[in-house]
């Protein structure tokens, strides 16, 4: 595969419905977490997204000296929305090995 079908790829995969749809579910299922309204069962989906952010954070406070306690929740979101795009990338890759031809294009 060429250097732009990669990137034309993965920039579909980044803006696509399924990806944007999971993103919404998973800040939905950590604001609920957040407000103590959800069980806290809710929180394994998340946690690949946070064990990321919260390593990223403690290099950047260990090993970089930076004090930010305001950067875990910027980086939380930020993994959430990378875990949502390979979670939608998935989701595609299946539809198009069992031949769901019949869904309307992902856009």
Do not use: C, K
């Not at 980044?14 to 993103?23: D, E, K, Q, W, Y």
């Not at 939608?88 to 090995?97: E, F, L, S, T, Y």
């Amino acid at each position: 595969m060429t250097h732009a079908g990669v990137v034309g790829m993965l920039r579909h995969a980044a803006t696509s419905r399924t990806s944007l749809a999971v993103f919404a579910l998973l800040l939905l299922m950590w604001g609920g977490f957040e407000a103590r309204v959800a069980p806290g069962e809710l929180f394994f989906p998340l946690f690949p997204a946070f064990a990321v952010a919260f390593f990223f954070d403690t290099v950047a406070y260990n090993q970089l000296g930076l004090r930010l306690p305001w950067l875990f929740y910027p980086l939380g979101t930020l993994f959430l929305y990378v875990e949502a795009v390979l979670v939608g990338g998935i989701v595609r890759w299946v539809r198009g090995r069992n031949g769901a031809s019949n869904r309307p294009d992902d856009t």
